[in-house]
């Protein structure tokens, strides 16, 4: 059973544009991680975010843990067709595993 | 190897057969983690071993299941009697502490006719 929902599920925009994307969970978690996955690839860190309140930026990425700890965004600005991909939240609570969310699908057309 | 590798990277299966799914980690990690993942869906959690021991297996969806991890080094998952649902991408992670970063294998594509 999923414990992070992440919304929207299917995102198809032009290149040039902005997007959020955003996760959210009934659960606090000691951590929240973004991942992007291409196809026939498994996900691939782009992010840690472990206070709450914490903005972090990688290039055209910006990313924010809330408050609470128990939801997250992930904000694209100026989306290349190389920004396609499936987008994922993950959390890290009492054990080590990875509790995923439940995926967003970027479509950046030329 | 740089990073995870797994195979086979396709494997097609009819129903009621084995397969056994190979994961090598990167050298010197210890912790290794196995996620079944449904197509666009986020990957679940199956399993997790520290060295050779199997410390959470919750995540297993049945006892046609299993996963090992002998030497503390390459692991396998077996599934048994395969069944349609089974059909998925299992991809196997490794870290080089059980809360470093997990690094991700290209998965196996799992088909079961």
């Known amino acids: 059973t999923q414990l992070l929902e992440q919304s929207p599920q299917f995102l198809s925009i032009q290149e040039g544009e902005n997007l959020t994307v955003y996760c959210n969970s009934s659960?606090?978690?000691?951590?929240l991680q973004w991942y992007r996955q291409e196809p026939g690839e498994g996900p691939v860190l782009l992010v840690t975010?472990?206070?709450?309140?914490e903005v972090k930026k990688l290039k055209r990425l910006t990313f924010q843990f809330g408050d609470a700890r128990k939801d997250s965004s992930l904000h694209i600005t100026a989306a290349q067709p190389g920004d396609t991909g499936l987008y994922l939240c993950a959390g890290k609570g009492a054990t080590n595993k990875l509790i995923f969310g439940t995926g967003t699908l970027l479509a950046v057309q030329p | 190897g740089a990073g995870v590798s797994q195979s086979p990277r396709y494997k097609v299966a009819k129903r009621g057969q084995d397969v056994a799914l190979r994961c090598d980690p990167i050298?010197?990690?210890?912790?290794l983690f196995w996620y079944q993942q449904a197509l666009g869906q986020g990957p679940e959690f199956l399993t997790y071993?520290?060295?050779?021991?199997?410390?959470?297996k919750s995540g297993l969806p049945s006892d046609r299941f299993f996963a090992e991890r002998p030497e503390g080094s390459v692991s396998t998952l077996k599934i048994q009697r395969t069944q349609q649902e089974d059909s998925a991408v299992y991809l196997c992670?490794?870290?080089?502490?059980?809360?470093?970063?997990?690094?991700f294998g290209p998965g196996t594509r799992l088909l079961v006719l």
């Open positions: 992670a490794s870290s080089f502490g059980p809360r470093e970063t997990q690094y």
């Open positions: 975010v472990v206070t709450g309140g």
């Open positions: 071993f520290q060295n050779e021991a199997q410390l959470d």
């Open positions: 050298s010197g990690h210890v912790s």
């Open positions: 659960s606090v978690f000691s951590s």
